[in-house]
């Protein structure tokens, strides 16, 4: 991609192109970054493998982090900051529990569970609106974590959900997907109605 989008420029106040987003990123230092929503068309974009975990790797993550939890979110993938590579962030730990952040670089579903659970999901791409969606309730999946390290973790409830969810981003997929077409239409006519009375 050649253009600059304008949410990666805006965030590190730099010249920079997509295809330079750890720089992006670390020119920003650990930062709260712009969240893109719909209808921007990254949300659609197949996002690229992480080939190697470094200290730019690892300060997005970071600021990855601070963005969810000042959303507040329990996740978030790179694509959602116009960064188009295979990483994830996650913390489904309660309000009054320690913090418990997941990163999770080119997250990997190995195998699902065969019962299904039904959770009503957000996302922080698409504002106010919830969708409520039947997954596989266990997950195991295989990653690489910070250090770079392969782990492999088996998950259940809301973590099974939202790992799910945010490996779904990583492949273009939104929870706007799992409704008709009908409503599905709906939503993204109302999204692209509000950017155009934003412009105005
Ligand atoms: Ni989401």
Redesign the pocket.
């Given at each position: 991609m050649s253009a600059f989008h304008p949410a990666v420029v805006g965030l590190a106040r730099c010249v920079c192109q997509v295809d330079r987003p750890f720089l992006c990123a670390y020119l920003s230092g650990m930062a709260k970054l712009p969240i893109i929503t719909l209808p921007d068309p990254l949300l659609r974009t197949q996002s690229a493998p992480i080939e190697r975990v470094d200290d730019e790797v690892r300060q997005l993550a970071d600021s990855m982090l601070e963005t969810m939890y000042a959303a507040p979110g329990i996740?978030?993938?790179a694509i959602?900051v116009a960064v188009p590579r295979r990483l994830v962030v996650l913390d489904v730990s309660d309000k009054d529990e320690p913090r418990n952040p997941l990163v999770m670089i080119n997250p990997e579903i190995v195998s699902l569970g065969d019962t299904l659970a039904p959770y009503e999901?957000?996302?922080?791409?698409?504002p106010d609106v919830l969708v409520d969606i039947d997954r596989p309730s266990t997950v195991r999946v295989r990653y690489v974590d910070r250090y770079g390290k392969s782990q492999e973790l088996d998950a259940a409830g809301l973590l099974a959900t939202a790992i799910q969810?945010?490996v779904d981003?990583l492949d273009g997929r939104?929870?706007i997907d799992f409704l008709s077409r009908l409503k599905r239409d709906i939503v993204v006519r109302r999204f692209k109605k509000q950017l155009r009375s934003a412009k105005i």
């Open positions: 996740g978030l993938a959602q999901e957000g996302c922080l791409s698409i969810h945010e981003h939104l929870i």
